[in-house]
């Protein structure tokens, strides 16, 4: 079983930067496929990036602006945000994959909310 807890999200402008940290228990999630998905209201979850073995997979709606890292140390993994666009608004979630995937998870975390102002 893995937990995972989100934080860092917040109100921030247009242009700006959030980073997201998600601290992760039970198994080591190095041998994971960790990833981050957003969900706006009214829309269907999306993915946003992941990292499975040091490789790094993005969509093209946040590749250039996002990047996703771990910590092995400390069991973390972040989503640095960049240049920040009101439609990046929705409530982000972590997640754990032991099957290594990409674009699916069997665990998530509870989520936290970004809100970009224009």
């Known amino acids: 079983q893995v937990q995972l807890v989100e934080s860092g999200g917040g109100l921030v402008q247009a242009g700006g930067s959030l980073r997201l940290s998600c601290a992760a228990s039970?198994?080591?999630?190095?041998?994971?496929?960790m990833g981050w998905f957003r969900q706006a209201p009214g829309k269907e979850r999306e993915f946003v990036a992941a990292i499975r073995w040091g490789s790094t997979y993005y969509p093209d709606s946040v590749k250039g602006r996002f990047t996703i890292s771990g910590d092995n140390a400390k069991n973390t993994v972040y989503l640095r945000m960049n240049s920040l666009k009101p439609e990046d608004t929705a409530v982000y979630y972590c997640t754990a994959d032991p099957r290594l995937r990409v674009g699916a998870a069997d665990y998530w975390g509870q989520g936290t909310q970004v809100t970009v102002s224009s």
């Open positions: 039970g198994r080591t999630f190095s041998s994971y496929a």
